[in-house]
């Protein structure tokens, strides 16, 4: 069925490609012929959106088998930490206990401990261990404090619950990559599940380190190694224990040091995660509160379970913000859009600022004079041939503003606090360029964050996924830092514009020039962040396409050399993915024949 879908496809790009290009615009413009590409599309993305399918699962036996062997070290240290393995009976089947301490007993045993956390009776406990005390040390306690950890001289504390397994290569995975990093606090590994056949399952394959990911949605959990001199020097005087893990991450993170990630699957979980309970849920929201301080003006609850919304405070004096926006005619596009922003903006400091880029149709001409005299509205023309990134760069050189807004003419604002939200990011002394979620007409996801990488360039995180969909490991529903966002709705500081140059209009007239103006923010030290609560339509992009004939195909072919050659980003690992996800398809599967990157 695949290989008869893979020639039709052919089949018909071939005759796309000789069809004239009046008749492939006219056809594109067709509202029935729109629907009906929408309506495939998303039968095609149907497989997607169920994030732990049966054909997804098939690809992880695959990668199990192919890929993994060929990441574990090869090198030996000098020195293997001493790693404190807390299990924690009141979570998870407290009758698979032996199956987690076993599986400790397969790994570097003389520099493991295991802990047993357990206000049960000892004794019934300490039977069922009994055959396993010869192979791994096991203390029994109801409480394990830093303190303790580092009298008796371990490295690091991880946490289990029953039923858990860890991999027997985790102790020197862990050695190598402390001797590399040795300031690290905090490290964290990549995890999966085990079901009912003791079958690996449901992979989760995190990003880098990703502070906004982090405070969001704890992205790692419980899968990871807490460094006990940080824990002891930070004071931290919480138990150690399942429920206190959030709290444990945010003291090795108010540390200052380093928090690194182990790319391989140490931790096979037993169960499939439950929501947070309401009192579990409210201590996390103290503690990120207590963590964050004076930054923030209060912690939400997301209506996906998980997850926070943290809402950062905003000065007295809010900045002007400047919203540019570029077009050429197109005036039912553009009065949506400002009616739109107008309606429903919360946000009260910012003008508009209309860039006309030699429109000719005379109703466009009319009503763009009717707005410029709209005292929150200019419009200032640009009297030369297309380039998106001139256009924009001169509309920052004429703006009032200390934030600039960019944002294409064919968006439609969802929610009024859209620029509130974003602003309240931009303006973060360590955020560069912001981004918003934005949706086709059809209310499925046209931008959730840009991966380097997709189709030897970049591509769009979770397109085509259902506008409520919680996405791979709730990054739908989550804050996070990306390498890159669409300008089809960019908000930045204006110091920050200018400190990089703007948009590049000698070498992207086009095409991924927002892509390279976010690696220039990155690059100047900068986290670039996403965020799914400024949510607007992108209209146009469903139906607009790709024209790849004669100067336009040229002048797109050397935009995508120029990336390759700059950016190097068909070799580009982006840290706000993962190198074992495919880059064929944004929907966060693994990746399937591809090279281990």
């Not at 008869?4 to 490609?17: D, E, G, H, N, S």
């Not at 959106?49 to 992880?60: A, D, I, M, R, V």
């Not at 394990?144 to 397994?165: I, N, P, Q, R």
């Not at 405070?313 to 540019?324: D, M, T, Y």
Request: aromatic content about 10%; glycine content about 4%; overall charge neutral.
């Amino acid at each position: 069925m695949r290989l008869i879908w893979r020639t039709l496809l052919k089949l018909a790009k071939a005759v796309l490609a000789i069809t004239p290009i009046s008749l492939r615009n006219t056809l594109k413009g067709s509202p029935m012929l729109v629907r009906h590409y929408r309506k495939k599309l998303n039968q095609h993305y149907h497989e997607s959106f169920k994030l732990h399918s049966k054909y997804k699962e098939q690809l992880y036996q695959a990668w199990i088998k192919q890929r993994e062997p060929q990441l574990w070290s090869k090198k030996s240290v000098s020195r293997k930490i001493m790693l404190a393995v807390a299990i924690d009976t009141s979570v998870g089947d407290a009758r698979k206990i032996q199956r987690t301490v076993a599986s400790l007993a397969r790994g570097q045993t003389e520099c493991i401990k295991c802990f047993i956390l357990t206000n049960a009776e000892v004794a019934s406990v300490q039977q069922e261990l009994s055959e396993l005390n010869a192979l791994v040390a096991i203390e029994y306690l109801t409480s394990l404090s830093a303190e303790k950890l580092e009298l008796e001289g371990f490295d690091f504390v991880t946490l289990l619950a029953c039923g858990d397994e860890l991999s027997e290569r985790c102790v020197l995975e862990l050695s190598v990559k402390s001797a590399v990093e040795p300031a690290a606090s905090l490290i964290y590994a990549d995890a999966d599940r085990l079901n009912g056949d003791k079958q690996r399952c449901m992979p989760s394959f995190f990003p880098e380190w990703n502070p906004d990911f982090f405070l969001s949605a704890n992205y790692f959990k419980q899968n990871c190694f807490w460094n006990v001199s940080t824990l002891k020097r930070e004071e931290h005087k919480t138990s150690i224990n399942w429920h206190n893990a959030f709290a444990l991450s945010l003291a090795c993170v108010a540390s200052g040091q380093s928090i690194k990630h182990i790319a391989k699957v140490l931790f096979h979980r037993n169960a499939i995660e439950d929501p947070l309970n309401a009192s579990q849920y409210n201590a996390e929201i103290e503690w990120l509160r207590e963590f964050l301080g004076e930054q923030i003006s209060k912690v939400e609850r997301n209506e996906f379970a998980n997850t926070f919304r943290v809402c950062w405070s905003l000065p007295q004096q809010l900045p002007k913000v400047s919203i540019i926006i570029p077009t050429r005619n197109a005036k039912s596009l553009v009065q949506t859009c400002i009616e739109s922003i107008l309606e429903k903006t919360d946000y009260p400091n910012f003008e508009i600022l209309l860039v006309d880029n030699q429109s000719d149709e005379p109703q466009s001409l009319t009503y763009f004079a009717e707005l410029n005299e709209h005292p929150l509205i200019r419009v200032i023309q640009y009297q030369y041939p297309f380039n998106y990134s001139a256009i924009n760069n001169y509309a920052v050189n004429h703006c009032d503003g200390e934030v600039i807004a960019l944002v294409n003419n064919d968006i439609e604002v969802i929610n009024d606090d859209w620029l509130t939200e974003m602003v309240s990011h931009a303006l973060r002394p360590n955020i560069g360029a912001v981004g918003a979620k934005l949706f086709y007409s059809d209310g499925m996801i046209q931008h959730a964050g840009v991966i380097i990488g997709f189709g030897g360039v970049a591509g769009h995180a979770h397109k085509n996924f259902p506008m409520k969909h919680a996405g791979y490991l709730d990054r739908l529903q989550s804050v996070q830092n990306f390498s890159a966002v669409t300008a089809a709705c960019l908000v930045v500081k204006r110091t920050i514009y200018e400190q990089v140059g703007g948009l590049n209009e000698d070498d992207l007239t086009v095409a991924f020039n927002d892509v390279d103006f976010c690696l220039k923010v990155q690059k100047a030290g900068y986290w670039n962040l996403w965020t799914p609560y400024a949510q607007l339509y992108h209209h146009e992009s469903v139906s607009r396409g790709t024209d790849q004939t004669g100067e336009k195909r040229k002048r797109f072919m050397a935009e995508i050399d120029y990336m390759k050659s700059t950016w190097k980003t068909d070799r580009f690992n982006d840290p706000a993915y993962s190198p074992h996800l495919t880059l064929k398809r944004e929907d966060f599967s693994v990746a399937e024949s591809e090279p281990v990157r």
